[in-house]
């Protein structure tokens, strides 16, 4: 059961360690396009964070961003993750469309308010 808990602490560091790389390496980019990705992904997520909690969005927009995460976190993929280039494209393709649905109910003014980004 140690055994268990010391691989444990070990993975939970390295995730944690390689978050900070990844933090760290984004805030170096130079301004273009790319620093503009990198910025895009935490503003989405705060985004959705917000409307989450928001009592204007319509429990069906939040039940598809909801499906959404869960696609994206599920380990069971229609292309393996692995082939290059078109392996991740299922996960693109699911949270495009919920993303789509849940904004076309929710209200302009409402996103607007919950985007923290420029």
Same mark, same amino acid.
């Given at each position: 059961m140690r055994d268990w808990l010391v691989g444990l602490a070990i993975a939970v560091v390295l995730l944690l360690a390689s978050w900070a790389l990844l933090i760290l390496l984004a805030r170096r980019l130079p301004p273009g396009i790319m620093r503009d990705l990198a910025?895009?992904? !935490?503003?989405?997520?705060?985004?959705v964070r917000r409307l989450r909690t928001d009592r204007r969005? !319509?429990?069906?927009?939040?039940?598809?961003? @909801? %499906?959404? &995460? %869960?696609w994206v976190a599920s380990p069971v993929d229609l292309?393996?993750?692995?082939? !290059?280039?078109? &392996?991740? @494209?299922?996960?693109?393709?699911?949270?495009?469309?919920a993303l789509r649905y849940a904004a076309r109910q929710v209200p302009r003014h409402v996103i607007v308010a919950a985007w923290p980004g420029g």
């Open positions: 910025a895009f992904v !935490p503003d989405c997520v705060t985004t969005v !319509p429990r069906r927009a939040k039940i598809a961003v @909801l %499906i959404a &995460g %869960i292309i393996p993750e692995f082939l !290059p280039v078109i &392996g991740p @494209l299922d996960d693109i393709v699911v949270v495009a469309l």
